[in-house]
Nanobody, 117 residues
Framework: QVQLVESGGGLVQPGGSLRLSCAASGTTIRFNNMNWYRQAPGKERELVAAITSGGIMDYADSAKGRFIISRDNAKNTLYLQMNSLKPEDTAVYYC???????????WGQGTQVTVSS
């Protein structure tokens, strides 16, 4: 059974940092193109950061220079280091990948990030 479990969200002041984790089971993340998405209230889910199986990283313009996506292959865990957080970063953050064998997206349950003073 494939499962993605996010953690690390919380309440942080503007300018602060958080590191999100996504622990995977039933799949090996280094073989997948892995993504971090977020969804703010009343808005569509948007792609924040991605890392390919080859290790190429890409970011939404809103995340460039502030967020870093990485993975620990030994722990089979995906990370999102978020720095210089802004109130507009407030959202539920999800990790994701497309399962080509099952032809479907796989999502975690999400972790809430709230940036507020």
């Amino acid at each position: 059974q494939v499962q993605l479990v996010e953690s690390g969200g919380g309440l942080v002041q503007p300018g602060g940092s958080l590191r999100l984790s996504c622990a995977a089971s039933g799949t090996t993340i280094r073989f997948n193109n892995m993504n971090w998405y977020r969804q703010a209230p009343g808005k569509e889910r948007e792609l924040v950061a991605a890392i390919t199986s080859g290790g190429i990283m890409d970011y939404a313009d809103s995340a460039k220079g502030r967020f870093i996506i990485s993975r620990d292959n030994a722990k089979n865990t995906l990370y999102l280091q978020m720095n210089s957080l802004k109130p507009e970063d407030t959202a539920v953050y999800y990790c994701n990948y497309y399962d080509h064998f099952r032809s479907s997206d796989v999502w975690g349950q999400g972790t809430q990030v709230t940036v507020s003073s």
